[in-house]
């Protein structure tokens, strides 16, 4: 079977490959040349576990390639994946002009029946708006029929998550249509992973509710995590032991410096829109953006601080820059806010990241700021040390040599990686979220 996958971002290039993988054949598609040029020559253009063992293997196989020629590709496939972005549009709406872009294009480019499958995270009631602005556009008249089949990959474990789902959805009112995607998913029945069949509405909305869900139970946590440092509770034995509770269970329970990433912010925010829009206002989701942007500000005054006077002439070292590990994106990253406002009070920067440098560069400039190619060059001279994004090789720095080049030993650690206890037996001066109060009183 011909497939193309429109855009060749996080969702677009591993959905491509991974299809080539389950034996389809693949073009990727986007209309940044560049990108597309370098897919070509074999470079993978963001940091992703795993990703270009996948592409080589199904280029190598001949199952896989790249074009800019949406036309082309899109007139010979039976399906086509949009994967193309859908960021907020600044005022709380989705911004669905690529998707719209892509429409357009698919209408004149379709000579027979075509299957346009959304992957994309959409608004509840787009994919119908997709059908009818295809067809309103239709250069020939053909059928062509929609599905939502959104995605829930992590980035950092994409390719693992998009081979080995927790559950496929796939929404439609074409009977034809879902047996042709169940079929392109095949591979998936052997390894048993659960199918939900649903129609268009449900799918659509089954993707907001888990992020939202999911969002909920990060500023949950992170609220707790702030109460238990002012009442002296450990907000590691509260979560450990909520998440033992099977009907609560131990995922997505870990304070930390607020979510971040190309999905939670913007998707929270379209399904508040979503709800006012309908009269049917979703208190709980307004709140978790609420909380997750107070989370944010909270966690640069704990670094604040932590400088035992006005951050002016101070600097501070911050480890881990991409908006979680093991990836270079650094979409509404923590990072950013803090380093942002490092800057403005006066402070400078030592950063280090694996990877997202470049990206982090790119988006916050040079201004103040050294980029450091280990952690322990960024530690060099720093009067405090920011751990924000919880990268392994972070968990197992050397404490003595970092204590040794520090100018002073402070440690904020936003993603509770240390532990308070020998932090302290170390000399250090540690913060850390929602463990504070344990760490001030314990023997020693
Ligand atoms: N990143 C994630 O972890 C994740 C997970 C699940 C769902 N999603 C959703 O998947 C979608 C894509 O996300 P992403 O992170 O891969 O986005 P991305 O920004 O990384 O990639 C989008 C790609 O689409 C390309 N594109 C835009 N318009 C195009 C056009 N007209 N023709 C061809 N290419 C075009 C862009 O050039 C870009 O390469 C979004 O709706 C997102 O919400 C993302």
């Not at 719209?100 to 499958?117: F, G, H, L, N, W």
């Not at 609420?290 to 951050?311: G, T």
């Not at 060099?380 to 050397?398: K, M, Y």
Request: hydrophobic fraction near 40%; proline fraction near 5%; charge should be negative.
């Amino acid at each position: 079977m011909n497939i193309t996958v429109i855009g060749t971002g996080y969702v677009g290039l591993v959905a491509g490959a991974g299809l080539a993988d389950f034996g389809m054949h693949v073009v990727c598609v986007d209309k940044i040349e560049e990108k597309i040029d370098s897919l070509k020559r074999g470079e993978i253009p963001f940091y992703e576990p795993g990703l270009r063992e996948l592409v080589e293997r199904n280029v190598a196989q001949g199952r896989l390639s790249f074009s800019t020629d949406l036309e082309d590709s899109v007139r010979n496939s039976l399906v086509v994946f949009i994967a193309v972005g859908t960021p907020s549009d600044g005022r709380g709406g989705v911004d669905l002009s690529a998707v719209e872009a892509v429409c357009r294009q698919i209408a004149s480019a379709v000579e027979d029946y075509t299957v346009v499958v959304t992957k994309s995270t959409v608004p509840v009631g787009t994919n119908r708006w997709i059908k009818s602005t295809i067809q309103e556009q239709l250069a020939k008249q053909v059928e062509i029929d929609v599905v939502s089949n959104p995605e829930f990959l992590r980035e950092g474990s994409a390719v693992e998550d998009f081979m080995r789902p927790n559950r496929v959805v796939i929404g439609s009112d074409s009977p034809k249509a879902l047996a042709i995607v169940k079929d392109i998913y095949r591979p998936l029945y052997l390894i048993e992973t659960p199918f939900v069949i649903t129609n268009l509405e449900t799918a659509e909305m089954i993707k907001y509710a888990s992020n939202a869900f999911l969002a909920t139970k990060i500023s949950f946590i992170n609220e707790i995590a702030n109460l238990c440092d002012m009442v002296g509770a450990d907000v590691h034995m509260v979560a450990k032991s909520m998440g033992l509770d099977r009907r609560i269970g131990p995922k997505f329970l870990h304070p930390g410096p607020g979510f971040g990433g190309s999905c939670f912010p913007k998707d929270t925010e379209a399904m508040a829109r979503i709800g006012r829009d309908h009269d049917s206002p979703l208190t709980i989701v307004e709140a978790v953006i609420e909380v997750n942007a107070r989370q944010k500000r909270l966690m640069v005054e704990k670094v604040v601080s932590a400088l035992d006077s006005a951050p002016d002439n101070k600097t501070v070292a911050v480890l881990g820059l991409s908006f979680k590990p093991n990836t270079s994106d650094i979409r509404e990253a923590p990072s950013i806010i803090l380093v942002k406002e490092l800057l403005a009070r006066g402070a400078r920067v030592r950063a280090y990241d694996p990877v997202a440098i470049d990206e982090f560069r790119r988006e916050v400039g040079d201004e103040g700021i050294t980029y450091a190619s280990t952690a322990y060059e960024a530690i060099e001279g720093s009067h405090c040390l920011a751990v924000v994004t919880e990268w392994n090789e972070f968990r197992n720095l050397d404490m003595g040599r970092v204590k040794e080049l520090m100018a002073s030993p402070v440690v904020v650690d936003l993603r509770n990686i240390y532990d308070p206890a020998k932090m302290k037996a170390k000399g250090f001066r540690y913060l850390c979220v929602g463990r504070q109060v344990v760490y001030d009183t314990a023997p020693g």
